[in-house]
C-alpha cells in the first residue's frame, strides 16, 4: 500500500501566498513522478503542477510564474508554494504520486485526500 499524507492550505487573501506539502509512505520502490492538481468549483480537474524524478517540472499555464513545484527524493515528498493567488485559484488541490511498488514492474498513481484553498478578501 501507499498512502500520501497533504498538508497546508487553507483560506487566503487575493495577493497572498500558501505552501502545501505531500509525503508519500508505504511500500515505495521508485517514484517516476508527483504532482498536483486542482479542481474548482463547477470544473473539470486541471493538472497544476508536476515534476519528474529527475526533477523535470512543468505547470498549467494558468500558474505558470507563481506557482513553485519541488521534490525532495529522500522524503519521498512534494511541494507546492503558492504566490501572488488570486480568487480563480480557490480550488481542491490534490497531490499524486506515479510509483512503482516493490515486487511489481507496473506503475500505480496514487491520490491524497485534497484540501480546498480559498483566495477571498
Known amino acids: 500500500q501507499v498512502q500520501l499524507v497533504e498538508s497546508g492550505g487553507g483560506l487566503v487573501q487575493p495577493g497572498g501566498s500558501l505552501r502545501r506539502s505531500c509525503a508519500a509512505s508505504g511500500s515505495i520502490f521508485n517514484i517516476n513522478a508527483m504532482g498536483w492538481y486542482r479542481q474548482a468549483p463547477g470544473k473539470q480537474r486541471e493538472v497544476g503542477a508536476t515534476?519528474?524524478?529527475?526533477?523535470?517540472?512543468n505547470y498549467a499555464s494558468s500558474v505558470s510564474g507563481r506557482f513553485t513545484i519541488s521534490g525532495d527524493n529522500a522524503k519521498n515528498a512534494v511541494y507546492l508554494q503558492m504566490n501572488s493567488l488570486k480568487t480563480e485559484d480557490t480550488a481542491v488541490y490534490s497531490c499524486?504520486?506515479?510509483?512503482?511498488?516493490?515486487?511489481?514492474?507496473?506503475?500505480?498513481?496514487?491520490w491524497g485526500q485534497g484540501t480546498l484553498v480559498t483566495v477571498s478578501s
Open positions: 499524486y504520486v506515479d510509483v512503482q511498488r516493490y515486487g511489481t514492474t507496473t506503475n500505480l498513481e496514487v
Open positions: 515534476i519528474g524524478r529527475g526533477g523535470s517540472t
